[in-house]
Antibody, heavy 120, light 107 residues
Framework: QVQLQESGPGLVKPSETLSLTCSVS????????WNWIRQSPGKALEWIGY???????SYNPSLTNRVTMSVDTPKNQFSLRLTSLTAADTAVYYC??????????????WGQGTIVTVSS | EIVLTQSPSTLSLSPGERATLSCRAS???????LAWYQQKPGQAPRLLIY???SRAAGAPDRFSGSGSGTDFTLTISRLEPEDSAVYFC?????????FGGGTKVEI
């Protein structure tokens, strides 16, 4: 069964840029759409966006001017870049797979999540 | 943006009882675009139901989904202690994809 694993800094300063990477354990990076989702403390989930190995990407309009996602196919990884951070970006960040290719129109696989705190 | 409102916010029940969780959308959502997730403390969400009523692999058969249009329901037929969790609905029929605020089930 495929596993997803997020990696990146746990602490970032305000106004700086967050870079996270999600490693996909098998070779399916070219098959699916890959997503980032975050969850602020005690709050609901917020979809950040998705990226495909073809370069196609779509972002939440609330974040689109600060977000960039990319896929590194040889490394079986995809990445999130979020600029101009504020305390409101403090959250657990999850990477997740959109399973539509197999008929499952939902997030069928998730990483364990990585906590990101924005603080000086 | 389609807003998903879940109710109740907290549901306290006993083992063996039936739980009914509601997810109401601010606009019509096609059934194929509605999913439910379970999240336990310190864990990532886990897919339970997709397409409003299709059970995901590994989801126990006591979990079922139903509904259409703007009103969707997740039912847990006979609660087990391990069902204590927060349950989220999610839609992708409108852009952006959105999640509900969650219902906490306490057993």
């Amino acid at each position: 069964q495929v596993q997803l694993q997020e990696s990146g800094p746990g602490l970032v300063k305000p106004s700086e840029t967050l870079s996270l990477t999600c490693s996909v354990s098998d070779g399916s990076i070219t098959t699916y759409y890959w997503n980032w989702i975050r969850q602020s403390p005690g709050k609901a989930l917020e979809w950040i966006g998705y990226v495909h190995h073809s370069g196609r990407a779509s972002y939440n309009p609330s974040l689109t001017n600060r977000v960039t996602m990319s896929v590194d196919t040889p490394k079986n990884q995809f990445s999130l870049r979020l600029t101009s951070l504020t305390a409101a970006d403090t959250a657990v960040y999850y990477c997740a797979r959109w399973g539509e290719v197999t008929g499952i129109k939902a997030f069928d696989m998730w990483g364990q999540g990585t906590i990101v705190t924005v603080s000086s | 943006e389609i807003v998903l409102t879940q109710s109740p916010s907290t549901l306290s029940l006993s083992p063996g009882e039936r739980a009914t969780l509601s997810c109401r959308a601010s606009q019509r959502v096609t059934s194929s675009a509605l999913a439910w997730y379970q999240q336990k403390p310190g864990q990532a969400p886990r897919l339970l139901i997709y397409g409003a009523s299709s059970r995901a692999a590994g989801a126990p058969d006591r979990f079922s989904g139903s509904g259409s249009g703007t009103d969707f329901t997740l039912t847990i037929s006979r609660l087990e202690p391990e069902d204590s969790a927060v349950y989220f609905c999610q839609q992708f029929g409108g852009s952006p994809l959105t999640f509900g605020g969650g219902t906490k089930v306490e057993i």
